[in-house]
Nanobody, 123 residues
Framework: VQLQASGGGLVQAGGSLRLSCAAS????????MGWFRQAPGKERELVTA????????FYADSVKGRFTISRDNAKNTMYLQMNSLKPEDTAVYYC?????????????????WGQGTLVTVSS
């Protein structure tokens, strides 16, 4: 299984970035997908998640209204549109996959992780 995250970079506060996560080696449409992030000196946290069919999403309070998660099961790809970025969004962003049967996507415990992509937001 491979999860390839891309799209990170340096952006000024208030700007936007779009992350992508291309999956292979798994039946993508059967997995809940999520984005985690880890800032320097902090624990890794779940930022957002999307159910296997895309009908259910979860967002951490810190990103509600600014970030949008989506997926294209035909392309085995997940996306994260990040708008109105803030310096506190600076972190390494990881995509992750988990098979969740009971709908608790906010509690995903990933079976698979991507390699991470760095997002740096300057003030």
């Amino acid at each position: 299984v491979q999860l390839q995250a891309s799209g990170g970079g340096l952006v000024q506060a208030g700007g936007s970035l779009r992350l992508s996560c291309a999956a292979s080696g798994l039946t993508f449409s059967r997995y809940t997908m999520g984005w985690f992030r880890q800032a320097p000196g902090k624990e890794r946290e779940l930022v957002t998640a999307i159910s296997w069919g895309g009908g259910s999403t979860f967002y951490a309070d810190s990103v509600k209204g600014r970030f949008t998660i989506s997926r294209d099961n035909a392309k085995n790809t997940m996306y994260l549109q990040m708008n109105s970025l803030k310096p506190e969004d600076t972190a390494v962003y990881y995509c992750a996959a988990d098979k969740i049967e009971d709908g608790t996507i906010w509690n995903m415990t990933p079976s698979y992780w991507g390699q991470g992509t760095l997002v740096t937001v300057s003030s």
